[in-house]
């Protein structure tokens, strides 16, 4: 298993301001980065890769969808503009060398239309997911799609749909990210969520219930890394968390108290944790 870390727990932002992080997390101990990627065109990707491989460290992109975009949405325009900019984070994912462009990259964090999905939107994303995969074809990045709890999306919540919505997008690069934090949530029995998520896994997000440091809350994490140790899983497990004394992140990720000493203890409490647990 390979660790990982989000750097969210910095900042919103990633650019060459925050590149001498990377040294500080390889010398922590972890084996790789997940880098938030919001505007693919201006992302200095080609530094990234170079600090990268300087320092030894495997890099994932994390992103979001822009407001006003959304895979299924009923304008074929909005479906156009959302699907270059899969397409341009793709891009920048197999320039820098990450081999994992994950999150919840159908609709916006936030949006909440106050109805259920519509069955043509549900078709729309599909559609758009396997337009994508046309442009997936030779590339080595695999796009693993983010269920998130029901006050952040309304479009994808479980595991269960993510793996319907996967299976017919039918393409072996569209896959899932599995959250701890969302699917606590959100699913009736984690472990059984994560092993029904089976080949379609392409991601794991290790976050305590709170979003404090891993190992401090009620996440079923030895169960939980037991069963990805005997589905084989062979990905990443990355911390994530959020800059809770940060302005901008932590209004984002609606982080409204101190979740643990420091932000550098979720990371480097929260390693050590997972190391031990998944040792075990
Ligand atoms: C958001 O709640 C989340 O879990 C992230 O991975 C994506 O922004
Ligand atoms: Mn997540």
Redesign the pocket.
């Known amino acids: 298993m390979r660790f990982g870390v989000n750097t969210f727990l910095w900042g919103m932002e990633f650019g060459p301001a925050e590149m001498d992080l990377l040294p500080k997390l390889r010398a922590a101990g972890f084996d790789g980065v997940e880098l938030p990627v919001f505007d693919p065109a201006s992302f200095p990707a080609a530094q990234a890769r170079r600090v990268a491989e300087e320092n030894g460290l495997g890099l994932t992109y994390?992103s979001?969808m822009q407001p006003g975009l959304h895979a299924g949405h009923e304008n074929p325009a909005v479906r156009e503009e959302t699907l270059s900019y899969l397409k341009s984070l793709v891009e920048s994912a197999a320039e820098s060398g990450a081999t994992v462009l994950a999150?919840?990259l159908y609709s916006p964090?936030g949006y909440l239309p106050g109805r259920r999905r519509t069955v043509d939107e549900w078709q729309w994303a599909v559609d758009t997911y396997r337009r994508l995969g046309e442009t997936l074809g030779s590339s080595k990045v695999q796009v693993a799609v983010?269920p998130?709890n029901r006050f952040?999306t309304y479009f994808l919540n479980t595991m269960a749909d993510g793996v319907q919505f996967c299976a017919q997008v039918a393409h072996p690069n569209v896959g899932l990210l599995f959250?701890t934090?969302?699917s606590n949530i959100e699913e009736k029995d984690t472990v059984a969520a994560l092993r029904h998520t089976g080949r379609f896994l392409k991601h794991f997000?290790a976050s305590e219930n709170d979003r404090g440091t891993p190992g401090t809350g009620h996440v079923a994490w030895a169960p939980l890394a037991n069963e990805l140790k005997t589905s084989g899983y062979n990905g990443w497990v990355t911390i994530?968390s959020f800059g809770f004394s940060v302005g901008r992140i932590a209004a984002a990720?609606s982080i409204w108290r101190d979740l643990a000493p420091s932000v550098d203890e979720i990371a480097i409490g929260g390693l050590k944790f997972l190391k031990e647990t998944f040792a075990a």
């Open positions: 994390c979001v999150g919840p964090v983010e998130l952040e959250d934090f969302h997000h994530e990720a």
